[in-house]
């Protein structure tokens, strides 16, 4: 996935701006949480890598997507 996702042409994100978007994303995960929606470790390990990789966080669902329907899943 991670080659994948350095392949595709996007606006990667700043240092500073993937710092902002992991402590959103930490919030949203902690809000998850309390509603029992807790993600998976291989989620977590997902948004980890993509947010090391400099995918904005309104991006990553495309991404996401756009993956899956390259490798017949979706």
């Known amino acids: 996935m991670r080659t994948k996702i350095r392949s595709m042409t996007f606006e990667?994100?700043?240092p500073d701006q993937i710092t902002l978007w992991r402590d959103d994303l930490a919030e949203a995960r902690a809000n998850l949480v309390i509603e029992g929606?807790?993600?998976t470790l291989?989620?977590?390990?997902?948004f980890a890598m993509m947010l090391e990789e400099g995918v904005p966080p309104r991006l990553m669902p495309?991404?996401?997507?756009?993956?899956?329907?390259?490798d017949g899943r979706g």
């Open 42 to 46: 291989d989620d977590d390990e997902m």
């Open 62 to 70: 495309t991404l996401i997507l756009q993956i899956y329907r390259q």
């Open 12 to 14: 990667r994100g700043t």
């Open 37 to 39: 929606l807790a993600p």
